[in-house]
């Protein structure tokens, strides 16, 4: 019963998926809305095999999609970088904290479209504005885990090291930086997450390339298609990041759940 | 093992129901909702004659005599107003005659029935003057922007593509504001692009605007589709708007201060501003206008609508037949 019970449910999803693709299908055969509103799931494929042939706007889907994911894992990685230290060294120590915490919680709730245009005009239109938007979008979901799993690693613990010799820095890496990985890799997800969802905004302004900029573009001209295929890419593609980043952390972290 | 059949069925039964909910929506949209005697139109933030009707009044006087209300939408752009066409919630809307032909290609159903204005020095190319650039050839490598699916695009494709310069100029996608932003900040070497951010693009170089094109051969216009429902539901109405705008085309002849006043007056500019903003665009007489829009601006409809179904952005290759058919003539009662 136990084991049988994961397949059961992904058989559910696998039904869903296949009932809305059904849906879909009907719907355009039967032709109960115009093929601007719904394109067809066949010309969804046409145009998503033309597009790999001719490219879009004469550059390839391929350039498109790598130009966008490399502008998500530079934004990403910078976030990483510059968050997880300073999410865990606020977490330690409280001086720290009090001057990083008012400025990340500050950025935090605001839509980011809300203040791109005045990055625009700070770093101009090329490719810093689109990172540095994708950048401040995924800094504050790391830095509020690491911060967060540094108050939760068990006082205990640390006094314990602290009676048996260990000094602050020592205390740090064998306890704080273990218990924390965990609520790491879990900042990590949400901050990809994140910077995901703004990434057609970050694309919006002054560019030429990028999935995010082809479905915008697509939509000026009423190209349905073109955009139902941008948005597939990008949903399969979050999906796939997700499960590769759930992947890696149960890789690298095993002791999760035990400490 | 029952309890989660029940829950499989609630899951898939939840998801019917939701797609029908779906597509009700979408259908409704393209069904015929509304009925009452409100003219919806959309409208662009620009002195043309519908701006000029309505500071005027005329066009709500001769729709309240007959029993109508006006509503006005603002869109930003052509491509907005498409959307807002397609989903059905204006009846009338101005445009760049570049979404007009996006319109055709995606089979909305809608006809173009008035040409607001043809295009003239109110577009134009300009780079920096410190480039120093002489010849056409001098573009090449430049950054160039411009508001995509425009007619100012358009208008740039054009001119790059007679000095065979396609492919060898960057171009970039920004809108008007954005344009000005970039420029002031130096990451652009040229825009094309109207008023009233033309004016505000220092320091620059015209290497040729719409005037200049238009009569090379590539016009562009501002014109007006309307949805066929409201064609069959309210011909008179229609009729009655496109007899107030012909007048606002004859007013220009005889009394342009006069239509400088009224659309600078609504749009907040001084008349000279306006005047600038208006530029060399024509206003094609009323008497004109079905000879007009049935003869010279379909050949230049189907020029551009060729060019932009080579470049494959339309939804379809529509012909000189499909020009001839959605440009509808029969409203404008020629002044009479």
Redesign the interface.
């Known amino acids: 019963m136990e084991t049988k019970r994961p397949t059961?449910y992904r058989r559910?999803s696998l039904?869903?998926l296949l009932?809305?693709l059904a849906?879909w299908f009907g719907?355009t055969a039967a032709h109960?809305?115009?093929?601007?509103?719904?394109p067809s799931p066949q010309r969804v494929v046409t145009t998503f095999i033309s597009l790999c042939q001719?490219g879009y706007n004469?550059v390839s889907l391929g350039t498109h999609y790598l130009v966008t994911m490399l502008r998500l894992i530079i934004a990403v990685v910078a976030a990483i970088l510059i968050g997880v230290p300073l999410g865990l060294v606020s977490g330690y120590l409280l001086r720290v904290k009090a001057i990083v915490d008012p400025i990340i919680q500050f950025i935090r709730p605001i839509p980011p479209l809300a203040y791109y245009?005045l990055l625009?005009?700070w770093l101009?239109?090329?490719e810093s504005s689109k990172i540095s938007l994708l950048f401040l979008a995924a800094i504050p979901p790391i830095y509020i885990a690491c911060f967060d799993a540094v108050k939760k690693v068990n006082v205990e613990y640390l006094q314990s090291a602290a009676s048996l010799g260990a000094n602050a820095k020592q205390r740090f890496w064998h306890i704080v930086f273990p218990a924390a990985a965990p609520d790491i890799f879990t900042g990590v997800r949400s901050a990809v997450g994140v910077a995901y969802t703004t990434i057609v905004s970050a694309e919006m302004?002054?560019?030429?390339t990028g999935i995010g900029?082809m479905i915008i573009?697509a939509?000026?001209?009423?190209?349905s298609?073109v955009m139902f295929v941008g948005i597939i890419v990008l949903g399969v593609t979050g999906v796939a990041l997700d499960w590769g980043i759930k992947a890696l952390e149960h890789r690298l972290i095993k002791w999760s759940g035990r400490v | 093992m029952k309890n989660q059949r029940r829950l499989k069925l609630g899951g898939l039964l939840g998801v019917v129901v939701l797609g029908l909910i779906g597509l009700l929506v979408m259908t409704g949209a393209s069904r015929p909702t509304q009925s009452t005697t409100t003219i919806r139109i959309g409208i662009l933030r620009v002195p043309n004659d519908v701006t000029a009707a309505r500071q005027r009044g005329d066009l709500q006087r001769a729709a309240r005599q007959r029993g109508y209300r006006i509503k006005y939408y603002t869109f930003d752009s052509g491509v907005d107003a498409n959307k807002a066409l397609l989903a059905n919630s204006v009846d009338l809307a101005t445009m760049g005659d570049t979404n007009a032909v996006v319109a055709m290609a995606a089979k909305i159903p809608v006809n173009l029935v008035w040409v607001n204005d043809v295009v003239g020095s109110n577009e134009q190319l300009v780079v920096r003057r410190q480039l120093g650039i002489q010849r056409p050839q001098d573009l090449v490598g430049k950054t160039i922007a411009t508001p995509f699916a425009s007619t100012s695009h358009y208008s740039l494709m054009m001119y790059l593509k007679a000095h065979h310069l396609l492919g060898k100029v960057h171009l970039m996608d920004m809108q008007t504001t954005e344009i000005v932003a970039a420029w002031r900040r130096g990451d652009i070497d040229g825009a094309y692009t109207w008023e009233p951010s033309l004016s505000n693009l220092t320091h620059a170089q015209t290497l040729t605007d719409s005037q200049a094109l238009a009569n090379a051969g590539y016009l562009t216009a501002n014109v007006t589709l309307a949805t066929t429902q409201f064609q069959r539901q309210h011909p008179q109405a229609l009729r009655m708007v496109l007899d107030v705008l012909g007048q606002m085309h004859d007013l220009k002849q005889t009394h342009p201060g006069e239509i400088n006043r009224t659309t600078g007056k609504f749009l907040d500019l001084t008349a000279q501003q306006a005047q600038t903003q208006i530029g060399t665009s024509r206003w094609v007489r009323a008497d004109e206008m079905p000879r007009f829009m049935t003869h010279q601006f379909t050949r230049q409809f189907n020029t551009a609508c060729q060019f932009m179904g080579q470049q494959q952005t339309l939804n379809s290759r529509p012909n000189y037949r499909d020009c001839q058919r959605f440009i509808d003539a029969r409203y404008c009662t020629g002044g009479e």
């Open positions: 059961k559910l039904g869903v009932l809305i849906l719907a109960l809305v115009s093929g601007i509103l719904l001719h004469g245009t625009i005009l101009g239109i090329g302004v002054a560019s030429s900029w573009d939509s000026h001209y009423l190209k298609d």
